[in-house]
């Protein structure tokens, strides 16, 4: 039976597993301890609790528990892991490069820094996404403190190569950042092979509760940051806050889920999420995937439907819920700065939409979800002057539009 | 975003989409806003000879509220002349549908297009 509507937002979010909410449950009551009390049970339960999930966040990118942190999430991650950085070393070093599809949170903690008196580099990408690794390693100066590249890419999928990078960063002595919000459990991690010094991570793009994350900071060779926010100077004095048992509990029981079942559940998102672009491409002219086709999480497909403005083909599958690159779900009507980087024209960007799979998918919602585009396109673009014009045999770039 | 349901209905049973013979000198077509921007609107009037509408069809390539308004204004101008359809304001378009404020240029386009396609016919017309 299928259920309304249909969750295809995965890069979005995830629901909570249900075997994660019930490791979570017991310490939203009885065992409620402040995992920071030392002086009676409570909090020394609480406390071996939180040590366990860190020990199971920390197996799965092969780390050692003492070098996570637990914050609020990935974004605070990347601030902390960027600013505090920043901040610690900002007599020495000055210089910071990253990538133009970086997540907002990194662009924006970067900006910030830029009126700090940092110098930011950002890296642009080829068409399919993917940054040159010539052009890093030629960007890398004297000054350049670190550098800061996601994994996998929230609104395309695209995979970095994240390994290389690490190794060019360590033979030219700056630190490496990842964002691995979007990679975390889902592809194999490890922060020694893959010289990583920090990594952000979210709990909740991979069954876990929303409001947790963390950061992993390398200890040897050491990497030392400026906390974001002072007080009682838990999480190494990093991260100062009550730390969030029931939270961390769950994150730390989705990781080792995640990490369980990681490569059966690859091959069956890939599956699903080949059927489903097959039958797009096969029985629809004109519609475009966006970011590379092999170096790709194929949990995270991006595309173009040409001739169709996104939102209203939103609009048209709301029995899906999906996301769009489209201005007109935004309220900037601002297209996706990140398609705009893989040189996605901006007709093209309007007409994007990212369809995500997960855990839950099933074949049953594919088949559906590929019947109802099929018809929407066919509504839509039967109501599409550029359509119209296309079949006509006219050139849309010959034609002088009014831009408003 | 939450829409209207007058909205809504414009946009799942969209009224008078179609084309005319864009030679015939009987119709005016108006084609309005760019691919780029993420609206392009054509609309097109059959006009008689005492200046009356009598047809009105629109494609329209952009968001809901693009299509609803392109959709209300075929009703709108239908059976008036074109005096009466050249004072049809965006204002109005944007009222009888509840756009939320960051969809008000769909309605600005809705009324150029009517000026577009009513200044297509004179131009053929000599008028």
Known sequence: MLKFPIYMDYQSTTPIDPRVLDEMLPYFTEKFGNPHSRSHSFGWEAGDAIEFARGQVADLISANPKEIIFTSGATEANNLAIKGLAHFYKSEKKHIITVKTEHKCVLDACRHLEQDGFEVTYLPVDTCGLLDLNLLENSIREDTLLVSVMAINNEVGVIQPIKDIGGICRRKGVFFHTDAAQAFGKIPLDVDAMNIDMMSISAHKIYGPKGIGALYVRRKPRVRLEPLMNGGGQERGIRSGTVPTPLVVGFGKAAEIAGMNMQEEYESIKRLSNKFCAGIVDSIPDVYLNGHKEARWPGCLNLSFAYIEGESLILAIKNLAVSSGSACTSASLEPSYVLRALGVEEELAHTSIRFGFGRFSTEEEVDYALELIKKSVGKLRDMSPLWEMAQEGIDLKSIQWSDH | ?127
């Open chain 2, 1 to 127: 975003m939450a829409y209207s349901d007058k909205l809504m209905d414009h946009y799942e049973n969209p009224k008078n989409v179609g084309s005319m013979d864009k030679n015939d000198k009987n119709v005016g077509t108006g084609l309005v806003g760019a691919p780029s921007c993420g609206d392009v609107m054509k609309l097109q009037l059959k006009i008689n000879q005492d200046g009356v509408i009598e047809d009105a069809k629109f494609k329209t390539f952009g968001c809901g509220s693009a299509i609803a308004s392109s959709s209300l204004v075929t009703e709108w101008v239908k059976g008036k002349t074109i005096e009466e359809a050249q004072k049809i304001k965006n204002i109005e378009i944007a009222k009888h549908l509840s756009l939320p404020p960051v969809k008000i240029h769909c309605s600005v386009l809705a009324e150029d297009a009517i000026k577009s396609a009513i200044a297509d016919y004179q131009k053929k017309n000599l008028i």
